[in-house]
Nanobody, 115 residues
């Protein structure tokens, strides 16, 4: 089992920045990749950014050049720096991790971009 705990959400004005963090505990050696999804009201959950154990990254087109995923050491913790935030970035952001056999989710953290 893997447990994920996010932090760093909040309210920010358009053009502002936030940094999210995700700490994993439990069987972290089973994790192959970690990243973030988000879900806005009335929309499906979508991938935002992911980092594999090798350090390779993948971003949604809508956040490329604005969001950066990183980590202090392999697997734990994972950070996501979000710059130039837009109202359409408003959503609940979920940390996720996947092993060979399953996907794990955090509880989610609300990010609201509004003036």
């Amino acid at each position: 089992q893997v447990q994920l705990v996010e932090s760093g959400g909040g309210l920010v004005q358009p053009g502002g920045s936030l940094r999210l963090s995700c700490a994993a505990s439990g069987n972290i050696f089973a994790i192959n990749a970690m990243g973030w999804y988000r879900q806005a009201p009335g929309k499906e959950r979508e991938l935002v950014a992911v980092m594999s154990n090798s350090g390779s990254t993948n971003y949604a087109d809508s956040v490329k050049g604005r969001f950066t995923i990183s980590r202090d050491n392999p697997k734990n913790p994972v950070w996501m720096q979000m710059n130039s935030l837009r109202p359409e970035d408003t959503a609940v952001y979920y940390c996720y991790a996947h092993s060979t056999s399953r996907i794990y989710w955090g509880q989610g953290t609300q990010v609201t971009v509004s003036s």
